[in-house]
């Protein structure tokens, strides 16, 4: 079978489909992933967001300023002084790396 390696159909980004995770999809019946991990975080972001607002539940969100960039955003979590704090590009970016 062998590994294979996939485009991404939002971001355009090129990543590996391997061969585990080519046994996996076969074995449960689904279709090969057309979104990067990602974006696939992204999309379920926003669905469960999506679904608490269905529900009528409100997410509360803190402001804040990210340890990586410096630029304000918004967090779902009251932010610690002794804990960092990123901005979606940043904290995407330490995902890539790790």
């Known amino acids: 079978m062998g590994d294979l390696v996939r485009s ?3 971001c355009g980004a090129s990543f590996p489909f391997t061969e585990g995770e080519q046994a996996f999809y076969l074995e449960h019946g689904y279709q090969p992933p057309a979104y ?6 992204m999309r379920r972001a926003v669905s469960g967001e999506s679904q608490l607002r269905s529900r009528g ?4 969100m803190f402001d804040a300023i990210c340890s990586e960039c410096g630029l304000p955003t918004r967090v779902p979590f009251q ?9 979606d590009s940043c904290f995407a970016r330490k ?3 790790r």
């Open 8 to 10: 991404c159909r939002n």
């Open 36 to 41: 990067c991990p990602d974006c696939r975080d």
């Open 57 to 60: 539940v409100e997410r509360q």
């Open 79 to 87: 932010p610690r002084p002794d804990r960092p704090v990123f901005c």
């Open 95 to 97: 995902r890539l790396t």
